[in-house]
């Protein structure tokens, strides 16, 4: 049986973890929090959409879509409690960087129902909703961003997609379900070297003098993971690069007109929304070109309380298209941080040392996806522990419930950028 280490014990690593031990694998998963979930992935909004820039993305999106709504089944042994998929719909409005006709031509051929509303649509279908077009995005001090909108905006509408209720459970369940299966979890253990004899990696050392040993290393580790990459050694033939980048969402009370709502992705402005089982809305940022990215040197050091400059950004572009939103005077909500690759697409991938892979880059946008990256990782290793040469002939996975193939060589570590993503959390 080989030994494997998956590094962080996220939404990513917990489904690593769980579909490589249902393959056979001998599991341990590290990480320095205290239990799972306890880092970027509990600051999740958790949405569920499928609007991506590239057919693979979509793929992905999809078939993870009916994993979570499938969620007992995919985890297998019963638990008591199970997160759950609140699907209330997507509507994806219109902005210059994400192609409605491209978004459709994808939703096509990947098999998702949609439709596309003009702005009467969009006003008939979605409650309180100002259909007015205000690209590109503003700062709050810029006089532009209070000027009347002199055209309208419609949107592409997916029946399907939502979010998590609570992400930490859903980590959770993935991690019972790799106990379940097997796996050992080892909390509160901080991976100091990667251990490699020749190009091939031999195991971890942790907290500075246990060596644990391995035929193959993950690096799940969300934020971390270019610190983890650097400790192996690896990144040199990498196209793609990653950082760390700190970004905010906040909560506000929802106007009762407005309950439940679908999921709002609205890059016109700048913000993305998306309601509670509490009867709250959650407000967070799509990188607008007005903000300044909050790039991140030190992730221990990093600042998690929210601030008053960005709630009062996110949360007042928020109420010029929904103007029935009150704005509260005192910030509400949390802080995260994104592991974001240079085009905001994952690497999901092998690396110039043998046996050390990567799950990484998720910039924000893969926790929906996180039930089949588990499933693609476990593929990929088996492929190229087999003598495949991924970089040659990329592992291709067919997706159980959507029959759709995807081909991981869109998330290969050695890819050209990918100039037609949104340049934003959004991908």
């Known amino acids: 049986m080989a030994k494997a280490i998956v590094i962080g014990a996220g939404v ?9 031990a249902a393959k056979g694998y001998d599991v341990i998963a590290i990480d320095k929090a205290q239990g799972p979930g306890q880092g970027s992935t509990s600051a999740s909004s958790a949405v569920v959409r ?11 999106a999809w078939e993870s879509f009916h994993c979570w709504k499938n969620w007992p089944e995919h985890l297998g042994k019963e638990q008591e409690r199970y997160s759950q998929m609140i699907d209330v719909g ?16 994808l939703f096509e051929k990947v098999g998702i129902p949609y439709k596309v509303w003009n702005s009467l649509d969009l006003s008939k279908n979605v409650n309180g909703i100002d259909v007015g077009k205000y690209w590109p995005p503003k700062a709050l001090s810029d006089e532009a961003f209070w000027e009347d909108a002199k055209d309208s905006l419609g949107a592409i509408y997916t029946p399907n997609g939502g979010y998590i209720d609570d992400p930490l459970l859903a980590t959770q369940n993935l991690a019972q379900a790799a106990v379940n299966t097997g796996v050992t979890f080892r909390f509160k253990s901080k991976v100091t070297a990667i251990l490699h004899q020749g190009n091939r990696v031999i195991g971890i050392e942790i907290d500075g003098s246990e060596k644990i040993l391995a035929d193959v290393v993950v690096n799940a580790g969300g934020p971390w993971s270019n610190q983890i990459n650097k400790l192996a050694g690896v990144g040199g033939d990498f196209t793609i690069s990653v950082r760390p980048m700190r970004q905010e969402v906040h909560q506000i009370n929802t106007p009762m007109n407005l309950i439940p709502g679908p999921i709002i992705g609205d890059l016109d402005l700048g913000t993305y929304m998306r309601s509670t089982p509490a009867g709250a809305t959650l407000i967070g940022g799509t990188e607008p070109e007005c903000d300044r990215l909050d790039w991140v040197d030190d992730v221990e050091a990093v600042n998690l309380n929210r601030t008053k400059e960005l709630f009062e950004a996110q949360v007042t572009r928020a109420a010029r298209r929904f103007p029935a939103l009150k704005i509260p005077n005192s910030p509400s909500g ?10 905001w697409t994952p690497i999901y991938d092998r690396t110039g040392l043998d046996g050390f892979y990567v799950a990484i880059g998720t910039s924000g946008n893969q926790f929906k996806n996180a039930p089949m990256v588990g499933k693609l990782m476990t593929e990929l290793i088996d ?6 040469d991924h970089d040659a002939d990329p592992v291709r996975v067919r997706a159980a419930h959507t029959g759709n193939e995807i081909n991981m060589g869109t ?7 990918n100039a037609d993503n949104s340049g934003t959390v959004m991908g």
Do not use: H, W
């Open 12 to 20: 990513i690593g917990c489904s690593i973890a769980f579909e490589m």
């Open 50 to 60: 499928f609007n991506y820039s590239t057919y693979d993305s979509v793929a992905l």
């Open 90 to 105: 997507v509507v994806m409005l219109d902005a210059p960087v994400i192609s409605g006709e491209k978004t459709s031509q």
């Open 334 to 343: 949390i802080a995260g941080i994104y592991d974001v690759a240079s085009d």
């Open 383 to 388: 492929a190229v522990s087999a003598g495949r």
């Open 411 to 417: 998330f290969s570590r050695k890819r050209l950028f």
